[in-house]
């Protein structure tokens, strides 16, 4: 099967300091990879690399067999290849619809957008009744709502979170990963960067494990978890 996504020893600095060194990842089509790791670990920049927003200075990075590192990020978008940044990055001068409408940008056809549109509003109804609200009114669980909306709005096929619990209550954290769970069962790749180490691995199938710029180990999930090291380090376990 073809690899959906191929990261080969892809290096990352900023002026001097490195922030990824030979990094290397894989992710198999319909597959919840995590990437878990510290502060500064370089989860971040690993992600934006893949968008297209930083450029490695050493390495390659495939999606679907073709390089796509050294595009643009608009390009890597049009691939479908989708980032659902950090902060939730919504406009906030603009409505909630009008948001959405931007993540529709690959789109042509306008009847499309609208049942797009529909089944967004289905799958968050508190969506539909601010739509005409502007983005910067709503707090900050409908706005990690309306960044996944609009993300989802570009179709993608591998769609990328980066640190989607940060800033939301316990019961908010718990809904963004349900509806990670339902995007992947819709057949959507996902790619998890999150500090939540212990909610990754139990929604993941692998995960990665990202110390200061490099990873330091890889496996199941599920071997993680029960993994010592990482009980310590990240799951607060001793």
């Not at 595009?71 to 001068?93: C, D, H, N, S």
């Not at 709502?145 to 619990?165: N, Q, T, V, Y």
């Amino acid at each position: 099967m073809t690899k959906l996504l191929e990261v080969d020893q892809i290096q990352v600095s900023y002026g001097k300091i490195a922030a990824l060194n030979a990094v290397s990842l894989c992710i198999e089509p319909g597959e919840i990879v995590a990437i878990i790791g510290a502060n500064g670990a370089g989860k971040t920049t690993l992600i934006n690399t893949i968008s297209g927003i930083l450029q490695p200075q050493k390495g390659s990075i495939k999606f679907k067999d073709e390089l796509i590192s050294g595009l643009p990020a608009w390009k890597i978008a049009r691939k479908r290849v989708i980032q659902i940044p950090e902060g939730r990055k919504v406009f906030p001068k603009l409505t909630v619809l009008e948001n959405m409408e931007l993540g529709a940008f690959p789109e042509k056809d306008g009847s499309k957008v609208k049942s797009d549109l529909e089944n967004m509003y289905n799958l968050f109804p508190v969506l539909r009744e601010r739509k005409n609200q502007s983005a910067g009114t709503l707090s900050g669980g409908e706005q990690q709502m309306l960044a996944i909306a609009r993300g989802l709005m570009a179709k993608p096929e591998l769609l990328m979170f980066d640190e989607p619990s940060m800033g939301l209550s316990p019961v908010l954290v718990e809904k963004v990963f349900q509806i990670i769970r339902e995007i992947n069962k819709q057949g959507i790749t996902i790619l998890l960067v999150e500090q939540n180490a212990k909610k990754s691995l139990q929604i993941a199938g692998r995960a990665y494990v990202l110390e200061t710029g490099s990873i330091i180990l890889s496996g199941s999930a599920d071997k993680l978890l029960g993994n010592d090291r990482i009980k310590k380090a990240y799951l607060g376990e001793h």
